[in-house]
C-alpha cells in the first residue's frame, strides 16, 4: 500500500488519542488502563518537542489518516518503536507498509543503529508484522510482568 509519511503536528492529538483508546490497542499496550484526554494532551505537548522523539502520520492516497509510528531514543544508537494501525485498515498489510515507510524516513532524521520493537507474546498479529518487517526476535522475557518479545531491527541493512 502506497503511504505519505509526515512528521505528527498538534492537529495530531485528538486523532491519536482516539487510537490510542481503541480497545484493542488497549489490550495490546503493555499498560492497559485507559488514557485521558488532558494527561494525553500534556504528553503529546511535550513529545513533540522533545529531540529525541520521532513521530509520524500515515494517510493513504486519499488523504485518510491510516496509523502513526512512534520512535523513541532509548540510548546514543536506539530507539524504541511504537505503532498504531487506523482499525478501519487493520489485517490488510497496512502496519507492514506503516513500519517499513517510517523506518526509512527515520533514516533521513536521525543517525540510529537499532530499532526495538517490544511485543506481548500473546499479539501474534504484530510479532508476525515485525518479523516481515525485517526485525529479528532477540529474546523472550518477562517485562512489566508480561511475557514479551524483544525485536531489533538493524538500521545498517
Known amino acids: 500500500m502506497e503511504l505519505n509519511i509526515r512528521k505528527a503536528n498538534q492537529d495530531?492529538?485528538?486523532?491519536?488519542?482516539?487510537?490510542?483508546?481503541?480497545?484493542?490497542?488497549?489490550?495490546?499496550?503493555?499498560?492497559?488502563?485507559?488514557?485521558?484526554?488532558?494527561?494525553?494532551?500534556?504528553?503529546?505537548?511535550?513529545?513533540?518537542?522533545?529531540?529525541?522523539?520521532?513521530?509520524?502520520?500515515?494517510?493513504?492516497?486519499?488523504?485518510?489518516?491510516?496509523?502513526?509510528?512512534?520512535?523513541?531514543?532509548?540510548?546514543?544508537?536506539?530507539?524504541?518503536?511504537d505503532v498504531s494501525v487506523s482499525s478501519k485498515y487493520r489485517g490488510n498489510g497496512v502496519g507492514l507498509s506503516l513500519i517499513k515507510f517510517c523506518i526509512e524516513k527515520l533514516r533521513s532524521d536521525a543517525e540510529i543503529k537499532y530499532v526495538i520493537a517490544w511485543v506481548k507474546e500473546s499479539n501474534i498479529s504484530s510479532l508476525k508484522t515485525f518479523i516481515k518487517a525485517g526485525f529479528i526476535v532477540k529474546k523472550t522475557i518477562l517485562r512489566n510482568r508480561i511475557k514479551s518479545i524483544c525485536l531489533i531491527f538493524s538500521m545498517k541493512d
Request: glycine residues 2%; hydrophobic residues 35%.
Open 12 to 81: 495530531d492529538c485528538y486523532q491519536l488519542f482516539k487510537w490510542v483508546n481503541d480497545p484493542m490497542v488497549r489490550e495490546s499496550s503493555f499498560n492497559s488502563d485507559r488514557i485521558e484526554w488532558d494527561s494525553h494532551q500534556v504528553w503529546f505537548k511535550e513529545q513533540l518537542s522533545r529531540k529525541d522523539c520521532w513521530i509520524y502520520m500515515a494517510t493513504n492516497k486519499d488523504e485518510k489518516s491510516v496509523g502513526q509510528v512512534r520512535f523513541d531514543q532509548v540510548s546514543i544508537s536506539d530507539v524504541e518503536v
